[in-house]
Each structure stands twice: as structure tokens, then as C-alpha cells.
């Protein structure tokens, strides 16, 4: 209960700073003013809540045409999370698979994977998301086969190019700091100990420090997701995508705002909320045992 409790009210208190955000762009001066509208943001605040409360009465305009949000929100919310949540598990489970097979190797060249691992880092994510689709290009030219598609059409998403592109940084900082974690966990006492007992390295790093090193992955992953989260427009555009990044740019108004954030949080708070109550769970058996 003190679990839900603590997630309820960071639910909560996250909620409030969106809407008390929605309405910032009305507080700031208009008309040659100096001064804050206070006035005007109040209103907005309220317009907001009540927004919140009757989602399915919210419309926006395009192209001259009043639409429903609800049924569009559900559409491109839907689309970007599957491409955010496909890319960070791809990237979590690539790095760890990486990391396992890099421990095994001589120190020697470990140190070598670091430093082309701090190099990889610092490409821009503009330029791998062109290098991914000039690369299916290329192939395409060679073979005659198109692998991948390269652009989204309307009532055609594409999922797989995107998430691999999107999973590519992740993957490094992922498998940078997981390198770090489990170095840090191989000088502990118990690493000592199961090699004085004569288990293999591939099952103490299996069995042992992988499974400790959950609890730093996963907050560590809240600052992936943030950063994922900003590539997103990018990808978006570049790979003709209706997505919720593109959605909140082209109809930016208070209620929209409030509803586009609401609609990448929600899930994604439930995502990080059911992995923590896993890993707690997970640890407190295990403490038992």
C-alpha cells in the first residue's frame, strides 16, 4: 500500500506541474506590456482542468474542419509510445547482451571498447537516423530488396526502422554505463567469493551482477527516456511521421499541450511504476531466500 501511495502521489503532483505548464505562454507579456498576465493564465489553468475532465468535448482545428481530439490523441499516442517503448526495451536488452559478452573478453580490450564506445557517443542522432536510411537505400540498390521502409505514409506506419534508429544511442549510454556498473560490482565481496567457490564468470555475471545492477539501470533509464523523448520530433520528421512530437507542435494550445504530455507520461509512468514494483518485489524474495 505505502508503494501505491508514494506512486499515486508523484502521479499527482506530476500531473499539476503539466497543467500549471500548459498555461505558462499566457502568463508572459503581450502588447508592449511588461507585465505578467496573471489574469489570463488563471483562466487558461482553468480551461485546462476542464479539458482534463471532458477530454471527449475537446476539439482542434485543421484545416478549417473542427475535429474530435480523443480519437486522434489515442492514434499517434498509441504509434509514438510503441516506437519509444519498442526502442528503449531493444536498446536494454542489446546493451546487456553486449556488456556480458564484453566482460568475458581481456581487460586489454575492454579498455579498447570503452574509448570506441565514448567516440560512437558523440555522433549526432540526426546523423544516424540519415546514415540508417541511406544504408536500406543502398541495399535496396544492390539487391533489389527493400528491407525496411524509409518514410511513413498516411494509414501505412512504419515501426521497425524507426525503433532501431531511435534505439541506437540508448543502446551506447546503456552499454557504457552498464560497463561501469558491473566493474564496479566485480571488486565486491560476494564476486570474490563465488570465484573462491569455482563458478564460472559467465554465470556470476548472469546470475549475480547483472540481476544486482536492475535498480541502477532502471533509474538511469529515466534519464534515457527524456533523452529519447527529444530525438523523437527529429525522427518524426525525418521519417514522415504523424507522431505525438509533430501533433503538439502544429496545434500548440493549452488544453492540446496538456493532453499531448499526459498522453507520453501516462504510459510511460506505468511502465517505470510496474518495474519498480518488480524489482522490489524481486529483491525482497531474494533477501528472503
Known amino acids: 500500500m505505502r ?14 506541474g ?42 482542434y482545428n485543421t484545416e478549417g474542419t473542427e475535429r474530435k481530439l480523443l480519437p486522434q490523441l489515442l492514434n499517434i499516442g498509441t504509434f509514438s509510445v510503441t516506437i519509444v517503448v519498442g526502442a528503449i526495451l531493444l536498446a536494454l536488452v542489446t546493451a546487456a547482451v553486449l556488456t556480458f559478452i564484453t566482460m568475458l573478453l581481456p581487460p586489454k580490450w575492454i579498455k579498447k571498447i570503452k574509448v570506441g564506445t565514448f567516440i560512437l557517443e558523440s555522433i549526432p542522432d540526426i546523423l544516424i537516423i540519415i ?42 549510454q546503456y552499454f557504457k554505463v552498464m560497463i561501469s556498473i558491473v566493474e564496479g560490482e ?7 567469493l563465488a570465484k573462491a567457490k569455482g563458478i564460472l564468470q559467465r554465470k556470476i555475471l548472469l546470475v549475480h551482477v547483472l540481476r544486482n545492477s536492475l535498480a541502477s539501470l532502471l533509474n538511469y533509464s529515466k534519464t534515457v527516456i527524456w533523452f529519447m ?30 493532453w499531448s504530455l499526459l498522453a507520453i507520461f501516462i504510459p510511460i509512468f506505468l511502465l517505470f511504476a510496474i518495474g519498480q514494483w518488480l524489482l522490489e518485489r524481486f529483491t525482497n524474495e531474494k533477501v528472503v531466500m
Open 229 to 258: 523523448l527529444s530525438n523523437l520530433l527529429i525522427l518524426e520528421y525525418i521519417f514522415n511521421i504523424n507522431g505525438i512530437m509533430r501533433f503538439l507542435l502544429d496545434y500548440l494550445n493549452p488544453i492540446i499541450f496538456a
Open 186 to 192: 566485480l571488486e565486491k565481496q560476494y564476486v570474490e
Open 3 to 16: 508503494f501505491i501511495g508514494n506512486q499515486v502521489l508523484r502521479f499527482t503532483c506530476i500531473v499539476i
Open 18 to 59: 503539466i497543467v500549471l505548464m500548459a498555461g505558462l505562454p499566457t502568463l508572459l507579456p503581450s502588447g508592449g506590456s511588461f507585465q505578467l498576465n496573471w489574469m489570463a493564465y488563471f483562466q487558461s489553468i482553468g480551461e485546462v482542468i476542464s479539458g482534463i475532465f471532458h477530454l471527449q468535448e475537446v476539439t
Open 131 to 172: 546514415s540508417c536510411q541511406l544504408f536500406v537505400v543502398w541495399l535496396y540498390k544492390k539487391t533489389g530488396l527493400l528491407f525496411f521502409e524509409i518514410a511513413s505514409l498516411p494509414g501505412e506506419p512504419i515501426y521497425v526502422l524507426p525503433i532501431l534508429c531511435l534505439s541506437i544511442l540508448p543502446m551506447i
